[in-house]
């Protein structure tokens, strides 16, 4: 049997060149870590600017005269709040409420968006998505070939990349055209890492011109290593580890992301949830003692870890996992099969780390 092909960003040749030690993930040959390593990557988007190469995630645009309608009834968020130029966070549900992914909807005009979806379900949602579109006077286009993304986050990184931009940049939770180092971008202030930033689109062409600028300028290259420990840091979710289609938004602690008034697809679902509880409740947690716990590692007395691993900036061992609601409250102590060992650890507040928590 052939291994088959595995897919490469615009980038793949400069992250050769920048040292990058290259893995699969999610059918693409991607960079998990630079020569300087996890750590030195994660310091630098947490005290300066560093930069992901994102393009294996997914776009898809809905245009027409429904757009609005169309995504109302598939997204779990209030789509109609959205303003031209707003991003919004929201969950693609199926009808028992259950998480086909998670997602960012940018709002280009009155009747055209763009959602971000997570590479492993780009495929799927947007044939779930045509699906749904039957009897809206809506498009539902794959666009993912149009776009490589680059993701550039840090205190600095704003300033960084509007050195190299023709007008200031949207603000946070706001997406807007902008010409980058000479280049048409879709700028939105929007990221995976708790900390300011901004995400760029450009078309793939244009993608490694604006990374060695933004290297030459100082903004580190970072992989997938870093993404995971500063995304967990501040408790943001990973689909296929802390969501999948048998957990719903409540259980999940997403929400606040869910407009159950919307009738969105599984709508009723989760509202029931909200009502009634769910059995278990999506936690973040940190060691009390030595270990590091895993995705799959069990929790004594029901439950398990989804993510785990180990904090460069708190210097602990942090994660989250799914444990039994009564179980769900900051304060409660957790034992964690570590390996064949029970390891101490305790539900925490989340984000787990904040600027005030550093050192």
């Known amino acids: 049997m052939s291994t088959p092909t595995l897919k490469r960003t615009p980038l793949f040749d400069a992250h050769v060149a920048a040292g990058a030690k290259l893995v699969a993930f999610t059918g693409w040959e991607m960079p998990v870590q630079y020569t300087e390593g996890i750590r030195a990557e994660h310091e630098a988007v947490r005290d300066r600017a560093g930069v992901f190469d994102v393009s294996h ?3 898809v645009q809905c245009s027409g005269p429904d757009a ?28 028992d409420g259950g998480l086909l992914d998670d997602l960012f909807t940018y709002r280009l ?29 809506v498009q539902v286009e794959d666009v993912a070939g149009a776009y ?58 244009d993608a490694p011109a604006v990374w060695e600028e933004l290297l030459r300028r100082g903004v580190v290259p970072c992989g997938l290593a870093a993404r995971d420990t500063l995304r967990l840091e501040v408790c943001y979710p990973l689909y296929g580890n802390d969501l999948s289609p048998d957990r719903n938004p409540i259980e999940a602690d997403l929400g606040w992301a869910c407009k159950e008034d919307t009738a969105f697809i599984g709508s009723e679902a ?5 009502e009634e509880g769910t059995a278990e409740k999506l936690v973040a947690f940190k060691m009390t003692g030595p270990g590091i716990a895993r995705q799959g590692n069990p929790v004594a007395g029901g439950g398990e870890v989804t993510s785990g691993t180990m904090s460069p900036s708190l210097g602990i061992g ?17 034992e964690i099969d570590v390996r064949g060992k029970l390891r101490s650890a305790v539900v925490a507040a989340k984000p787990l780390y904040t600027k005030e928590t550093d050192g």
């Open 109 to 137: 005009a009155a009747d055209r968006f763009l959602t971000v979806t997570n590479a492993a379900n780009h495929d799927s949602d947007v044939a779930w998505m045509r699906e749904q579109a039957a009897g809206h006077d």
């Open 57 to 59: 995630m997914g776009e």
């Open 148 to 205: 490589a993304m680059l993701a550039v986050q840090g205190p600095r990184a704003r300033e960084i990349v509007e050195q190299i931009a023709d007008s200031p940049l949207p603000a946070r939770m706001q997406a807007a055209r902008r010409i980058i180092l000479g280049r048409e971008a879709l700028v939105c202030g929007t990221g995976y890492t708790g900390e300011d930033g901004v995400e760029l689109l450009l078309a793939p062409a």
């Open 318 to 334: 942090i994660g989250m996992a799914y444990v039994p609601a009564e179980r769900a409250t900051v304060g409660q102590d957790l």
């Open 270 to 274: 989760v509202r029931r949830a909200r």
């Open 68 to 95: 609005e309608a169309f995504l109302q009834h598939v997204l779990s968020n209030d789509v109609a709040r959205m303003a031209i130029g707003g991003a919004q966070y929201s969950m693609l549900c199926n009808h």
